[in-house]
């Protein structure tokens, strides 16, 4: 991969998923309003109060949703940056899964990614491993039946930080698909690995300049 094929690529992914980002942003805009509108009406009784306070949340759960999809996909339609430094793999792994997550409900393949409490810093060409972490994410979600499950994991590693995924069906990439992500990893800065019943990007620790 070169700068060239990278922004090749965004536009690729950007193509496949916005249909399915538009359709779960137009979702949370309509709940979103649709609770709105029940806020706006006077309780009378407890019963009241309490229905209002469940829209409440609701309407804070999905105003967070709206925006945090928003964000992401707002990030990632750009002009791709492929310069070398310090990033945190949890983040660009949160933004990879939230880009992804309405295209893996759209086809009902539960993605899941397990909370991290901390950052996890690495170096390497971060845009770069977002755009991997995506290929392979849409990779394996085009390939998984429904009601099949995806896991995604951040944690350390000897010398850096690895991003694990898991999928419950084992449709991991082959052949042609798996050395092009592989040779995208090599020049992110990291590796991909393939083991009995994951897939791993692994990526150094910062450089000691990175972090004085």
Same mark, same amino acid.
């Given at each position: 991969?070169?700068?060239?094929?990278?922004?090749?690529?965004?536009?690729?992914?950007?193509?496949?998923?916005?249909?399915?980002?538009?359709?779960?942003?137009?979702?949370?805009?309509?709940?979103?309003?649709?609770?709105?509108?029940?806020?706006?009406?006077?309780?009378?009784?407890?019963?009241?109060?309490?229905?209002? *306070?469940?829209?409440?949340?609701? =309407?804070?759960?999905?105003?967070?949703?709206?925006?945090?999809?928003?964000?992401?996909?707002?990030?990632?339609?750009?002009?791709?940056?492929?310069?070398?430094?310090?990033?945190?793999?949890?983040?660009?792994?949160?933004?990879?899964?939230?880009?992804? *997550?309405?295209?893996?409900?759209?086809?009902?393949?539960?993605?899941?990614?397990?909370?991290? =409490?901390?950052?996890?810093?690495?170096?390497?060409?971060?845009?770069?491993?977002?755009?991997?972490?995506?290929?392979?994410?849409?990779?394996?979600?085009?390939?998984?039946? *429904?009601?099949?499950?995806?896991?995604?994991?951040?944690?350390?590693?000897?010398?850096?930080?690895?991003?694990?995924?898991?999928?419950?069906?084992?449709?991991?990439?082959?052949?042609?698909?798996?050395?092009?992500?592989?040779?995208?990893?090599?020049? =992110?800065?990291?590796?991909?690995?393939?083991? =009995?019943?994951?897939?791993?990007?692994?990526?150094?620790?910062?450089?000691?300049?990175?972090?004085?």
């Amino acid at each position: 991969m070169n700068e060239e094929h990278l922004a090749d690529a965004r536009m690729r992914t950007l193509s496949v998923l916005s249909p399915a980002v538009v359709h779960d942003l137009r979702g949370a805009a309509s709940a979103l309003a649709l609770h709105l509108q029940l806020l706006a009406i006077d309780p009378e009784d407890e019963s009241g109060r309490a229905r209002r *306070r469940r829209s409440l949340a609701t =309407a804070d759960e999905e105003r967070r949703r709206l925006f945090g999809l928003a964000e992401v996909f707002a990030r990632h339609a750009t002009v791709p940056n492929p310069a070398v430094g310090e990033f945190d793999l949890v983040a660009a792994s949160a933004d990879a899964v939230g880009l992804t *997550r309405p295209f893996a409900g759209q086809r009902r393949v539960t993605l899941t990614m397990t909370p991290v =409490a901390a950052p996890r810093p690495v170096h390497g060409r971060g845009e770069v491993v977002i755009q991997v972490l995506l290929d392979v994410l849409l990779h394996v979600l085009q390939e998984s039946p *429904r009601g099949a499950g995806i896991e995604v994991t951040v944690e350390g590693a000897e010398g850096g930080a690895r991003t694990v995924i898991r999928a419950s069906n084992d449709v991991y990439p082959g052949g042609k698909d798996l050395a092009g992500f592989t040779s995208a990893m090599r020049w =992110a800065g990291g590796d991909l690995r393939t083991e =009995a019943d994951a897939l791993t990007l692994n990526l150094p620790a910062p450089r000691r300049e990175e972090t004085s």
